[in-house]
């Protein structure tokens, strides 16, 4: 163990690290232990370091590891408590603000489009200077979001809300996904789905939430309990994660970036296919409610319980979705997952009674929400350590961009004709991206 750049700090069999071509970040290798046998590795500074040994069967949940993956987990659960509170709610916006369909789809994909454009710059900020610094602010400029939505009574105030809500979760996942890959290593997958089922948890709360806010009349209160959370998770932050705050000017570096990830012909395809698979999320998510009461007559409660049920589901299928990838195929598990999601949106829209349209939602939810941890650990490996929370946010601002259209796709063609027509669009996109991975796999088996 005699790497200059690699001092050891803890336990005797838990190190964290700090390279010297990277100063300014820690490089806590939770998921491995290296211990003083034969078989040298090169480090990320290009140092020898005796072999690491897998230490795969030790909980993710232990230590100070353990800490940042329940902070992480419970920042994005404080995320999707506050953002899928809104579509439940867009029947009462529409009322009570007097707009139309379209407009308040607009209002969905300004915040979307304003995420996907986040996506990026936190991502190249928390590689320049710090995964710390850039959570922070994000948490940050969320309670400000969530703080206007909580007062909200004008479409202009609204829109400023979703600008802010966009902004500081934009800014927040990529680093917190870079972070988790830092933490974890090879074990990014089962984290990872940890994370998204976490967010799963606050979603699916979020139905509750705006019910309980719709019936005392007052529908900004489903955001107060938001801030709260959001404050915890930003307190827990401060005092768990390791690093410092820097402040400083940093290039983008956008030709660098853009070659990177568009040089390989495989990120290429993936990058179509998960464009393909954020249209239909982001549209179906953004609507789903509102298909239930005007498509299927269910009650507003009904809708609720449905558009909540997403969420439950995800829960479950998150953490066993990422932690099969890991062990089997990631690009396999996505196969499986867009074919799984195709069938219940076929099943959602051609059915005829509750029981059959709750089933399709079910449906849907395990194909669409066991896709993005296996696919996102996989993309994550696919770049460098140095800029992969750049390169991840590159690829994800172009998926989440051009998914953010969604809503408003949704909203023109039920104005102009159905919901059931507009969904069915996303039949079509997912059996694209069900194609690509397809051939991706077995041209990678052959």
Partial sequence: MACPTYPRRGASDEYRFRCERQQRREWPLGARQFAPIAGNSTTKCGCLIVADVSTNDRSVWAGADGRILIALSAGWLAVRLGREAIPPLIPTLIDDLQISPSTAGFGLTVMWLVYALSQYPGGRLSDALSRKTVLTVSLA???????????????????????????????????????????????????????????????GAAAGVTLAAVSVGVWQLSFLPVI???????????????GEWVVGRVSLELGGTSRRVFAVSRARSLLLAYVCVSFAWQGFLGFLPTFLRVEKSFSPTLAGVAFASVFVIAIIVGPLAGRLGDAISRIFVGVVATAVAIV?????????????????????????????PVMQAYLIGL??????????????????????????????VATRWNYRLAFGGFVGCLAVACLILAVIHLSTES
């Fill in 228 to 242: 709260g959370v959001l404050a915890v998770v930003l307190f827990a932050l401060v005092r768990w994660a390791d």
């Fill in 383 to 412: 770049f460098p350590d140095d800029s992969m929370a750049g390169d991840l946010g590159a690829m994800k601002t172009i998926w989440t961009g051009i998914g953010s259209f969604a809503p408003t796709y949704v909203g023109v």
């Fill in 141 to 203: 400029t969320l309670v400000v979001g969530f703080l206007v939505l909580s007062v909200v009574s004008t479409y202009a105030g609204l829109l400023i809300g979703f600008v802010f809500v966009g902004l500081g979760a934009g800014l927040y996942f990529v680093p917190s996904r870079a972070l988790l890959t830092d933490v974890f290593g090879e074990r990014r997958g089962h984290v990872f789905g940890i994370q998204s089922a976490s967010g799963s948890i606050g979603a």
């Fill in 344 to 372: 219940g949106l076929v099943v959602l829209i051609t059915s005829g009674n509750v029981v059959i349209a709750v089933v399709g939602v079910v449906v849907v939810a395990t194909g669409l929400r066991a896709y993005p």
